[in-house]
């Protein structure tokens, strides 16, 4: 049975699903309007980002990276290279929240790619991690779904070619029927001639006697 992922309206329902899946939060946290561009709401002020020594609150996502990785460049490169990972950390929740059904497959091993780099950095990518699995989960959904779909309509197919088949055998033997039809109309039309001269026969042996 196809899966009921495809009871809705084509692949415009699929889309808005795959969407509104963005806005919701994992582990009881708010549901946030899928419209929102970002992965969640800023928890405090209005700025995107804030920062607080090693501690920053990204996105509403409180991060303390110990950026490991980046201690054997000068102080000042460090600092570059951090605002610039901050940044990317940004970049990556917007990526996610920007996916479509159409966008998923051609983004999805650089994103996953991204989030190793910066969980390697001490970023916590848990809650976008689990929204990359969520969508991928919709994504599988989707794609048995349209397997199911090529394979229910290849078995149509099938039949369509079979009913062609015994169409034109039912079709040859109405033509056998016809012209037996035919040939019976003929015969019958002669043993009715043949019975109409009986009585002249029984006439012409009654004088011969």
Partial sequence: ??????????????????????????DGEEIVDAKDKSICLATEGS????????????RGITQTPHYTPLQCYSKRAREKLIVGWDEIFEETIDQIQSLTTETFSS???????TMAELENLGYNVARLKKRME????????????????????????DY???????????????????NAQVMVNELMDQADKMEGNLP??????????
């Fill in 1 to 26: 049975m196809v899966t009921e992922l495809f009871k809705e309206s084509g692949s415009d329902s699929l889309n808005n699903g795959f969407k509104l899946s963005l806005g919701e939060l994992s």
């Fill in 47 to 58: 700025k995107k980002s804030e920062r607080f020594g090693n501690t920053r609150i990204l």
């Fill in 107 to 113: 983004n999805v091993s650089e994103l996953w790619k």
């Fill in 134 to 157: 969520d969508l991928t989960d919709v994504i599988d959904r989707r794609n048995t779904s349209q397997t199911e779909i090529s394979d229910l309509r290849a078995k149509a197919e």
């Fill in 160 to 178: 369509k070619e079979q009913k062609k088949k015994i169409e034109k055998e039912i079709a040859d033997l109405q033509a056998q029927v016809d």
């Fill in 200 to 209: 002249v026969v029984d006439a012409l042996f009654e004088s011969v006697a």
